[in-house]
């Protein structure tokens, strides 16, 4: 270019999945692709990933619910082939569940197809062939077998990616149904301990059926939903479904042992999974210090880290002084724990074992934990899966898999060096 040449500022133009392509990868971004991704950020466009097309938290003037007194007042719109979203886990909404299932089975609908992730109690959709087809999300106990004998579907895909297939309408939902406390003074209803991917469902569902539940405890943060933006309030009283925690087997215990005091450090954020060794983590971490939470979900076990001053989040960046969760499973005590609790708040949920990984201050522990072996003596360490068996995590994701009998650091290791490190936490029988 010549002195004497005009400069004119860079323009960018891009489409929405070139866009989205630079805000997945671009974590290290140059200055340019910084600027232009903020920009985008204060467009209007970016609004297809950040919101749905309505947003549960604000009134909606001038409209109203209707309350329902039974199945067919609530499901009367319900058509053939209706895609219905169902909330799972603790706040599983049991009675609109079994009055759905009436409602079609009366009114011969056909091809009524049901969206969900870890529901909990009765489940009876999967005996009316023809009428009804369910696809887990998530799989829990009550679909297990279903899914086995090819009654039923599930579809593997990370929860922090279910929100995009009712956002870019992959799904498009024409009703969820979802268990809520009763309004507050303002209208406001919450939907309890189980938030997970059911905001996004409520965000871009046609209709909202809510079983409106004076036994679910209230929440805070993402989990509120105001009145207006139901199409149908159904009361139904319903305590939370309990999920005991399993007492750990010595070796779980070892193991949870092993990483409270070696992985863990006071002042850490701590994310915990679903299961005995998690459980056994927490148990033993009642001596450290300052510890935070930040979460897909968590349990019993946290609440007693509370209690006893282990959990302050005081060294929390993101949302410090707050347990931060997306779903809570457990027993009453829990639940009691969450009911108007502003130490705990909902939200969204992110991929934490990448998270961990790739945190900024570089302390971060993705942590695989396993018994060396199954309840049949045969080992977990092994050179090759078995023919059909599923893989949820790579191992370019695994940086510590740890036994009862130590810690495997893989990181930055060849394929040799980390068969030699695994070697050396498989029982002794099996090495």
């Avoid at 991929?351 to 790739?358: I, M, Y």
């Avoid at 510590?400 to 029982?427: D, M, N, P, W």
């Amino acid at each position: 270019m010549s002195d004497g040449a005009s400069q004119s500022p860079i323009r960018f133009t891009a489409t929405r999945q070139m866009f989205q392509l630079a805000f997945l990868r671009c974590r290290y971004a140059s200055p340019i692709v910084r600027e232009t991704r903020r920009a985008f950020h204060l467009s209007k466009k970016c609004q297809y990933y950040i919101a749905g097309p309505q947003e549960p938290f604000s009134p909606v003037p001038g409209r109203f619910p209707k309350w329902a007194s039974n199945g067919d007042e609530a499901f009367d719109f319900l058509k053939d082939g209706a895609n219905v979203f169902i909330q799972g886990g603790a706040a599983t909404p049991s009675l609109l569940i079994k009055e759905l299932y009436d409602y079609v089975l009366s009114k011969n609908l056909k091809n009524i197809k049901l969206y969900h992730i870890h529901t909990e109690g009765p489940y009876p959709f999967h005996d009316a062939e023809g009428h009804f087809r369910s696809t887990s999300l998530f799989t829990g106990g009550n679909c297990r077998k279903a899914i086995k004998e090819g009654k039923a579907d599930y579809t593997p895909i990370f929860l922090s990616e279910i929100p995009l297939l009712f956002r870019r309408k992959h799904l498009q939902l024409d009703l969820a149904m979802i268990n809520v406390t009763p309004p507050d003074k303002h209208g406001f209803c919450s939907l309890g301990p189980s938030v997970d991917v059911t905001r996004a469902a409520i965000q871009n569902a046609t209709h909202i059926v809510a079983q409106v539940n004076d036994q679910l405890p209230l929440t805070r943060g993402d989990a509120s939903i105001h009145f207006s933006n139901l199409t149908v309030m159904r009361t139904g009283p319903q305590p939370c479904h309990e999920m005991s925690p399993r007492e750990a087997s010595e070796v779980e215990d070892k193991i949870g042992q092993i990483i409270a005091e070696n992985l863990v450090e006071d002042g850490s954020t701590l994310q915990t999974g679903i299961g005995a060794i998690p459980d056994a983590v927490l148990s033993k971490l009642t001596n450290h210090k300052h510890l935070g939470v930040h979460t897909e979900m968590f349990s019993d076990g946290v609440v007693q880290l509370v209690q006893l001053g282990v959990i302050t989040n005081a060294y929390k960046k993101l949302r410090p002084g707050k347990v931060v969760s997306s779903f809570v499973v457990g027993t009453r005590k829990v639940f009691e724990f969450l009911d108007n609790n502003p130490m705990v708040g909902f939200g969204g949920q992110v991929d934490f074992l990448r998270g961990a990984a790739v945190s900024l201050d570089g302390q971060g522990k993705p942590i695989i934990a396993v018994p060396s072996v199954t309840k049949r003596n045969e080992t977990k360490i092994v050179p090759h899966l078995k023919v059909g068996g599923g893989v949820v995590t790579t191992r370019a994701h695994v940086h510590y898999v740890v036994t009862e009998h130590g810690i495997a650091y893989l990181f930055g290791k060849s394929l040799r060096q980390r068969a030699h490190a695994l070697i050396q936490i498989a029982h002794p029988d099996h090495r």
